[in-house]
């Protein structure tokens, strides 16, 4: 009983580690880079882990079962290649205006003079 207890709580520790990436995320970079809202993947995946647990719960599915069909549900949850898409975009426009803003200050100073 313990072993399939571990592996649903594991499976929904991976979706909560993909939410918690997604919503550490900033908001006006997102809303900008990304193709889906957060929104839309919070609710993906409680939607994913819902259907996940309900046959448990209500008794259609025993045990390991029950387990694997959770953890299939959580890997669908987690493993969306357009959550990760979104993600990666996010990023690269984080890494983009990073780079843009030093080079502004870059400029604004002006050529630097050896002291000698």
């Known amino acids: 009983m313990v072993g399939f207890v571990i592996t649903g709580v594991a499976g929904i520790a991976v979706v909560g580690f993909v939410i918690f990436v997604v919503y550490s995320q900033p908001r006006p970079v997102w809303r900008d880079a990304a193709e889906h809202s957060r929104r839309f993947w ?19 599915f025993d045990g390991w079962v029950a387990a694997v069909w959770l953890a299939l549900c959580c890997s669908f949850a987690a493993f ?25 200050r870059s400029r604004s100073r002006g050529p630097v003079r050896s002291s000698d």
């Open 42 to 60: 919070l609710i993906w995946a409680i939607v994913s882990v819902a259907v996940g647990l309900l046959p448990a719960i209500a008794g259609v």
């Open 80 to 104: 969306q290649p357009a959550l990760h898409f979104d993600v990666l975009e996010v990023r690269r426009d984080v890494a983009r205006r990073r780079r843009s803003l030093l080079a502004k």
